[in-house]
Every structure is written in C-alpha cells, then in structure tokens.
C-alpha cells in the first residue's frame, strides 16, 4: 500500500514549499478536501519512482506550557493517519519552545516513525545550526533546503526505505565513453525499429488480466450512497462474501464473484475509527479514499444526481486521473426526479466532465437497485481495455494512419517526423511515440493522437497517456576536427583565393 507522509511544524518552517516541490515532481493535484479544516492539502508525489501520499498540515503554534492545547485537530489527525512524520524545524531560526512542544508529542507516539527535518540550511553554517535540534530526543537532524530542493530526494528516498528498501547501487560507477554511448544508443534504435515489424498480435509476455480479481473502489462525498450502494452489490448474486480488514487504514477489501468473474470491492464507507478520531473527520477520510483510489484496478465515482458536481467531486477526479486509474461514474438517487431535473443534470454533466469523457455515465438507484447491475459490464470493459496488450507492430501502424491523415504540423521550418511507437506500460496504457523533434508538438497535435489511439484500439473508461522521445544527437558536442585530407584541400584552397587577390 503507497505510504502516507505527513508533514508537521511550527508556521514558516517551509512546509508548504517543501509539499509544492514534491508534488510537482508528478504535477500532483493539490487539493483543499471540505469538511476538514481549509489549511490541509493532499497530494500525490512520486521521488526516484517512489510514490508515496503527501499531507501538508497547518502551522502548530503555542508556548512552551500549552503548545499540545493549540494543535489543530488536523495536524493531529495527520500524525495518527501517517506512515512516516517529517517534522520541521527553521534552521535560520534556531530552536523555539514550540519546537519542543511539538516533539514532547511526537516522543509520545513512539510508533510513528519521525524524522526531524532542518529547512533553510543554505548559506549557514550546518553544523552549528544543526547542534541545538538534537536535544529534540527525536533522533538524527536531517538538513535541506527545500527551496533549491537540497537535500530533498535524498530524504524521502531514506525515510522510504521500510516501504520500498534500499536504492539499488550501480555495481560499475565508471561513466560510458563517447564511443560507447553511442554505440549503445544506436544499438538500442536498431533494436526498437526492428520490434516494429514483428508480426501483429505479438504478445511481450503472458500476463493474462482475466486471472486477476478486479479491485474497485467505490469513492465519493459523504451521504451519495456509496454504503448503499455497496450492500446493493453484495446483496446481488453474491457467492463468497467475507470482511477482511486490509492494512490501509482500516478500509474493508470484501472479495466477491459475479457472473464468474472474481472482484474485490474496495469500501471507504463506514470505517472503523482509529484513535481519537473526531466525528466530522470519521465520516469522510481523504487518506482512506486516495488509498483507495491507488490500490485499485476500477474506480466507481458516486455523484448525488440530487446536489450536483461540487468541486470535491471534481478535486477526486483530478486525483483519479493523475493516478492513472480506469472510471466509471455512478449518478446515484436519479429515482424520483422530475424530467426537467434531470435534463439539468446531464447538461452539468456535459459541461463540467468533459475532461473524462472516455468515462461511462451511469444513472442508477441504490436504494431501489435499479441500474446498478449494469455497473459491472462497464466496470470490466473498463478494466479490460486499461490492462490490454497491443503489438508494437498494431501501434506503429495506427501512427502512420494518423499522421497520413493530419500530418504533423512544421516546426522552425521543419516537419515533425513520427518514425515508430511502441507500448509503454498498462492500467493505464501507455503509447510511447519515437521520432524528430516530437517534444515540439503542439498540445493539439497530442490530443489529436490521443483521441486517434483511443477510438482505433476502442479504449474506453480508461486514460490513455502517451509520452514522445526523441533521440539525442550523438554527433552534438563533439567538435569538428578536420581529417588530413580535409585540412590539404583546405590548405590547397586558401592558397588559390591568395593568389586570387
């Protein structure tokens, strides 16, 4: 399960840019949840291939004495909901009796993993700042500068290490010479060109998605129905249905069968408390829900046809997306609407999910049942489609028939050149697109040959992400050294324009 990184601190310490400069590195959402207090953020960051979910907490302040009175029922929270606590201090600013109050706490939770992270080291002397922090009894001092990003990889990929283990050391440090580079790089093209033409159908390996369970989450605010939706579920055709709490925050995974077909519904809703959780907390837990959305195949999106799409709404489809996750999208209580409500709602619809418009729409009841057995055949096409193999060969060929039919526009003079693509990766699929100067596309030409991709392979309810790479001129940074025969004629040259003046 992707950990749960918290950062705590006294206000000003450089959480905030510390969570900004993480998250970019996957331009995570970054996203205010109502109903918690406005001052937490939650993003998705991803370090050396490392993803893991962020929490930026409000600013803990209060004296020496009291300091444990004044943090905010969030930053606590945080701290019970995290794998690992980065609590930060200013190095500039040296220790402050909130420091000591906030680690008189984290000393208390000695469950918690907790590094104790010095900000703002740049241009000081390190370690005459860094000397006075461990008296904090919290362990070593880690110094960054999470402004210039100093020091910052390096930290996550350390307090990482329980969840994903050691980085991997290069058993040869020593660096490539320029003619093995590119021989290694023209070896590596010839190798892809000639995968191109493998015959179609051509499978890479024997991953087979219909051995697999489907795990789907079921994800939305609170009061849309999900609860009710999920015993709708489980109370249809059911053969094997049992709670087994997973190790995600005490989310349920409840393995199920339909129609011989195995799945596991992932529920968010109606979670056990953990700790001293507060009631408006209990009923909506963003750390349960992103987890959630992570660790499935399908994501089931409930919306109340009855209020709308609300920015949360939509702040979990940012999420979804990013995370590269299938969707499929649950209208619930569309029983006893009016017919003019409801040619409201699916204009809002319209309007404001045209971004996930590869996403099936359902309108159901969950209360009374009806549609929500259609759920599953959109929920497996879904699934289906995220986890299909397709030949190099299939691919390539659907690039030539979009290029000979929109052809790649000019770049300073020049025609961008598509030479091959390849699969890149699966749930979601992933198109990798070689070729000259593809990097300059316009954001147009992309879509274009996303939407081309995405009706020739027929993918629907899943994102489909295409990356383009060009390869590096290996002649670049070498300089032109003349040969022998070069410089005579150029000695032979020089001569007759000398004699010509």
């Not at 950990?3 to 995570?28: I, Q």
């Not at 000393?107 to 005459?128: E, M, P, Y």
Request: glycine share 8%.
């Amino acid at each position: 399960m992707i950990p749960v990184v918290a950062l705590v601190g006294r206000p000003n310490v450089g959480k905030s840019t510390l969570f900004n400069r993480l998250t970019r590195t996957r331009d995570a959402l970054v996203a205010d949840f109502p109903g918690l207090t406005r001052d937490r953020k939650y993003g998705r960051a991803e370090v050396e291939g490392q993803e893991f979910i962020i929490i930026d907490t409000g600013g803990i302040d209060g004296t020496e004495e009291g300091v444990e009175t004044h943090m905010a029922a969030q930053s606590l929270l945080a701290i019970e909901e995290a794998d690992i606590v980065l609590f930060m201090v200013d190095a500039r600013a040296g220790l402050m009796p909130a420091d000591s109050g906030i680690a008189k706490h984290l000393r208390s939770r000695d469950n918690k993993t907790t590094f104790v992270v010095a900000n703002k080291i740049d241009g000081i002397d390190q370690d005459l700042a860094l000397g006075e922090f461990y008296s904090l009894g919290l362990g070593e001092v880690v110094p960054i500068a999470a402004s210039h990003g100093r020091g910052v990889s390096q930290l996550i990929t350390r307090a990482l290490v329980p969840f994903y283990g050691e980085p991997e050391s290069e058993d040869d440090d020593r660096e490539l010479t320029e003619e093995e580079a590119n021989a290694a790089y023209w070896a590596e093209q010839e190798a892809l060109a000639q995968a191109a033409e493998t015959e179609d159908g051509e499978e890479e390996d024997d991953f087979n998605p219909i051995d697999q369970p489907i795990k789907m989450a079921i994800v939305g605010r609170p009061n849309v129905g999900k609860s009710t939706l999920t015993n709708r579920i489980l109370g249809e055709e059911r053969v094997v249905v049992y709670d087994m709490p997973g190790t995600t925050r005490d989310s349920i995974y409840i393995p199920m069968e339909r129609d011989g077909r195995e799945y596991i519904i992932i529920d968010t809703a109606g979670v056990r408390k953990r700790g001293k959780v507060t009631e408006t907390v209990e009923k909506f837990s963003v750390i349960k829900t992103l987890q959630a959305i992570e660790d499935a195949n399908v994501v089931l999106l409930v919306i109340d046809a009855r209020e709308g799409i609300s920015d949360q709404d939509l702040s979990l489809l940012g999420f979804i997306l990013n995370a590269g996750r299938s969707l499929v999208i649950a209208v619930n209580k569309w029983d006893g609407m009016t017919a003019e409500d409801r040619d409201h709602v699916k204009d809002m619809l319209e309007l404001r999910l045209g971004f996930v418009d590869f996403a099936r729409i359902h309108f159901i009841s969950a209360l009374h049942g009806s549609g929500v057995g259609n759920l599953f055949d959109s929920v497996q096409e879904a699934y289906d489609c995220a986890t299909r193999r397709v030949s190099t060969a299939l691919v390539t060929r659907i690039m030539k028939m979009a290029a000979d039919d929109h052809q790649p526009p000019l770049v300073r003079g020049r025609r961008v050149k598509l030479k091959y693509a390849h699969a890149g990766g699966y749930n979601p699929p992933i198109i990798v697109i070689h070729g000259n100067q593809v990097s300059d596309l316009p954001d147009g030409y992309k879509r274009y040959l996303m939407n081309y991709f995405r009706q020739s392979l027929k993918v629907m309810g899943t994102p489909i992400r295409i990356q383009f790479k060009e390869g590096e001129n290996p002649f670049a940074d070498k300089k032109n050294v003349l040969t022998a025969t070069q410089l005579r004629k150029r000695k032979r040259l020089m001569s007759h324009i000398k004699k010509g003046r």
